[in-house]
């Protein structure tokens, strides 16, 4: 990760996220995140949200400011048991519903 990265990381978390999940809950979340195939190991960024997984994995709510909302933190193919949430903010944003879990990167 270089510099920019590391920068843009530390603002997000103070900048982006509301509140914080447990430490348990954050170790799923990444240990999710370490085995998902949309994860860029360059910069461990998501290929489909471009979230900082670092920071994104810790938040319960989080703010995102492509969508100019605040959000329950979740992941945008619900590979954390949260599949309705992420359903949820597609059907908000016209999206279709993901039926499963998915390794696209395509909505």
């Not at 910069?43 to 994104?56: I, L, T």
Request: aromatic share 6%; hydrophobic share 35%; glycine share 2%.
């Amino acid at each position: 990760m270089n510099i920019v990265d590391e920068i843009l990381k530390v603002a997000a978390s103070k900048m982006l996220v509301e509140s914080l999940v447990s430490e348990e809950v954050a170790k799923f979340r990444m240990d999710t995140c370490l085995a998902c195939p949309q994860l860029s190991l360059s910069d461990y960024r998501c290929k489909v949200c471009k979230c900082y997984v670092e920071v994104k994995t810790t938040a319960e709510v989080n703010y995102n400011p492509k969508k100019l909302r605040n959000e329950i933190t979740h992941c945008p193919r619900g590979r954390w048991g949260d599949l309705e949430t992420a359903n949820e903010y597609r059907k908000i944003d016209g999206l279709a519903p993901l039926t499963e879990i998915t390794n696209s990167s395509h909505d």
